[in-house]
């Protein structure tokens, strides 16, 4: 079967990082996938466990016996697609494995979401491979119209959760011009997976809890993949100012952008802005429009939803937008999912509509 030109009967994958927040929420959703069928998961803290006994999954997946990473580069020819759910560094190190050894890879880090000359400013680290960088597809399904390219992808680049999110408060107001490039100050929020799974003071339980704090203030390595993302959507004059906050909840991300209107909009600015986003939204499954105010993270946690909104002012030439996503699903596991099913011919939605999400 040729993978390019037909769906995808049965495809074998493997998740490298599967005790990771976003390898976890992967091995969710793929153990009840109808395509993909996980066959090799490697963590050293989980390494001779059941991963059924780890996630609360049922099925042949919850059987899988987890191994450790050094023995999983082994077995990376036994699988099609390989998920790195790894720090930058180590997919690095670990794409070209995979892919060497006839496996398409799925990175989850940003190890290849920039240039090379902006990994030590923004990741304090020098790229070890900058080949690869050329190579790689970065693939915000929504934004980048990369469906035709993921289709032949030997390495698909998939975005940073504070991008996904900030991306799509603006892009539909920069393509129907709507707004000034620049400057536009975008301010997100996220809750504390969005850090990894990692003991650190800062993000231990008496440190977020009742608080809430900025960090990494215009130095945070998602504000040049935000500005990249916007050029890759076909705006490339835009100028961020990026600021994130942790929230002390578990997920999820509140991005709010704050822009100039264009002077020559119109004579109604908000009827505008509400037929941008609604073009925007047009044949995307997972977004959707609501009023401003009713954009927020109990809406979207748990699913691969974006709800978008936007609030005028006119008289004061400004317009607010508002994106909210799971940061883990839609800003992780899910939009790699995502990526994935483009890659080999299926609905983007496959295996994604299940993630339904709450209200309280």
Excluded at 23 to 41: I, K, N
Excluded at 195 to 200: E, N, T, V
Excluded at 230 to 235: T, Y
Aim: aromatic share 6%.
């Amino acid at each position: 079967m040729n993978e390019a030109s037909e769906p995808a009967k049965h495809v074998s994958v493997g998740i490298v990082g599967v005790s990771g927040y976003s390898g976890m929420e992967l091995g969710r959703l793929l153990a009840s996938h109808p395509t993909f069928q996980l066959s090799l998961v490697t963590t050293d803290k989980w390494q001779g466990k059941r991963l059924g006994d780890r996630l609360a999954i049922s099925g042949p997946a919850a059987d899988l016996m987890c191994v450790a990473h050094s023995d999983g580069q082994a077995r990376f020819s036994d699988v099609k697609v390989v998920f790195l759910c790894t720090p930058a560094e180590v997919s690095i190190a670990l794409a070209p494995v995979a892919m060497a050894a006839g496996a398409r890879v799925v990175d989850l880090s940003g190890a290849f979401r920039l240039t090379a000359d902006q990994y030590p400013a923004w990741y304090g680290f020098e790229h070890g491979r900058p080949e690869l960088l050329a190579e790689a597809v970065y693939s915000m399904p929504e934004v980048t119209d990369t469906a035709g390219k993921l289709r032949t992808a030997k390495l698909v680049s998939n975005p940073g959760c504070y991008p996904t999110a900030s991306v799509m408060t603006v892009l539909p107001l920069l393509r129907a011009g709507l707004i000034e490039p620049d400057p536009i100050f975008i301010d997100a929020k996220s809750g504390t997976t969005g850090g990894g799974r990692k003991a650190a003071e800062d993000w231990s339980f008496s440190e977020v809890a009742d608080d809430i704090k900025a960090y990494r203030i215009l130095r945070h390595q998602h504000q040049p993949e935000i500005e990249r993302a916007l050029s890759l959507g076909g705006v490339a004059s835009a100028t961020i100012v990026f600021t994130p906050h942790l929230l002390p909840v578990r997920r999820g991300i509140l991005a709010v952008a704050y822009s100039r209107l264009r002077k020559d909009v119109g004579p109604d600015p908000a009827a505008a802005v509400k037929q941008a986003l609604a073009l925007f939204a047009r044949e995307k499954p997972f977004v959707r429009i609501v009023a401003g105010e009713e954009v927020r993270l109990q809406g979207v946690v748990g699913t691969n939803r974006v709800l978008l909104g936007a609030v005028v002012d006119a008289k004061r030439g400004v317009v607010v937008s508002l994106a909210a996503i799971d940061n883990l699903v839609k800003g992780a596991a899910g939009q790699a999912l995502q990526n994935a099913n483009l890659m080999f011919g299926l609905p983007e939605t496959t295996g994604l509509t299940s993630a339904a999400g709450h209200l309280p």
